[in-house]
């Protein structure tokens, strides 16, 4: 869908920002009647362009100060299928997600944990013992900002 106007890339800035917007608020505030602004929002969601909510959580809140990424390889991918891997470290429930990735490593990690001591643990006892699981790197998280992305 190339087609997209200044008023739909100002809807989608509005809801990259809060996408509990109702269409009635978001036409107010792009000048748009709620019936317009409506239908614009069910146009891009049918086109594939909003695919979905997220809610957005505060870890830290919940008790989980510290966020590593690890950059994964597996130690031979022919003697485990990619497929045991994945299936394995999603059912993790520190690691918050896992992206197969071309380059270094095989797979990226996002692991949350309370403390370092908690990271340890999860680390030894859980990711360690994966299979097929060869060299690991982690990063640590030090800072993360948002930032807009190309939509503004």
């Not at 969601?45 to 690890?70: D, H, K």
């Not at 031979?76 to 299936?87: A, H």
């Not at 997600?97 to 990271?119: E, K, S, T």
């Amino acid at each position: 869908m190339n087609d997209l106007d200044a008023c739909d890339h100002a809807l989608l800035r509005a809801l990259a920002q809060d996408a509990t917007q109702s269409a009635g608020a978001l036409a107010r505030d792009l000048g748009l009647s709620q019936p317009a602004a409506w239908r614009r929002i069910r146009r891009l969601q049918t086109a594939g362009i909003l695919a979905g909510q997220r809610v957005v959580v505060n870890r830290e809140t919940l008790g989980f100060g510290v966020t590593v990424f690890l950059g994964v390889k597996l130690a031979t991918k022919g003697r485990v299928s990619l497929e045991d891997f994945e299936r394995a470290v999603t059912a993790i429930p520190e690691v918050q997600l896992v992206q197969h990735v071309l380059g270094l490593y095989d797979y990226r990690l996002r692991v949350v944990a309370r403390d370092l001591a908690d990271f340890e643990r999860v680390l030894r006892r859980r990711i360690m013992t994966l299979p097929g699981l060869g060299q690991v790197e982690a990063n640590v998280l030090l800072s993360e900002e948002r930032l807009p992305g190309p939509l503004g």
